[in-house]
């Protein structure tokens, strides 16, 4: 089955930096990546998602890079603020199955003041 | 518009109980997924019903069975509580049965606490 492997577990940055944290996955036929900010006791949120047939892509501070040969996919914060501290998860689509996600263990980001 | 609320927002059950979760889909949505998350990890799929039906199931033994009802609702249920099943479980609504054509939306999920 699908594996998503996520890095680092924790991200530390300066307000201001930029933040990046990857995500490698093992079933070639998966083709669907979102990834989910949880603050802390809330529900995961979906930020940005990406598509196979897609390399790129950016919303605002946000983008997500895929490399299908690779099999990895990363997500880009830039202008890190306080309110992006949480923790981060990415998901795949194993099998190319859209009824499920397998999620990566999670980021936790601290944006330091 | 609501989103997807779950009940209870927590429970306490002793090993060897049963329990009931529930959930009720954002407006407009028609599918229903059910996730485990443990202390420290990502959510972990359980199972996703559709049109009533159990449509896919992850690696969760039988002791975990759901139920879609004709307004989109959904129970989880778990027999004989084990220790490990401590943990947050989700809920996921979406629109049919593909993640990639319609996001899934989660609820604030069940703390369940098995002693």
């Known amino acids: 089955g699908e594996n998503v492997e996520q890095h680092p577990s924790t991200l530390s940055v300066q307000e201001g930096d930029s933040a990046v944290i990857k995500c490698t996955y093992s079933?070639?036929?998966?083709?669907?990546f979102p990834w989910y900010k949880q603050e802390l006791g809330k529900r995961p949120q979906l930020i940005i998602d990406i598509r196979s047939n897609v390399g790129e892509k950016k919303d605002q501070r946000i983008a997500v890079t895929l490399n299908k040969t690779a099999k990895h996919f990363s997500l880009h914060i830039t202008e890190t603020q306080p309110e992006d501290s949480a923790v981060y998860f990415c998901?795949?689509?194993?099998?190319?199955?859209?009824?499920?996600?397998?999620f990566g263990s999670g980021t936790q980001l601290t944006v330091l003041p | 518009d609501a989103g997807v609320t779950q009940s209870p927002t927590h429970l306490i059950k002793t090993r060897g109980q049963q329990v009931t979760l529930r959930c009720s889909p954002k407006?407009?949505?028609?599918?229903v997924s059910w996730y485990q998350q443990a202390l420290g990890q990502g959510p972990q799929f359980i199972f996703q019903y559709y049109e009533e039906e159990e449509r896919q199931r992850g690696n969760f033994p039988d002791r975990f069975s759901g139920h879609q009802f004709p307004n989109y609702s959904s129970e989880l249920n778990v027999n004989a509580l084990l220790l490990g099943d401590s943990a947050l479980y989700l809920c996921?609504?979406?629109?049919?049965?593909?993640?990639?054509?319609?996001?899934?939306?989660f609820g604030n999920g069940t703390r369940l606490t098995v002693t």
């Open positions: 079933d070639s036929a998966s083709n669907y």
């Open positions: 998901a795949g689509t194993p099998s190319g199955s859209a009824r499920q996600l397998t």
């Open positions: 996921a609504s979406s629109i049919g049965q593909g993640a990639s054509n319609s996001p899934l939306h």
């Open positions: 407006s407009g949505h028609d599918t």
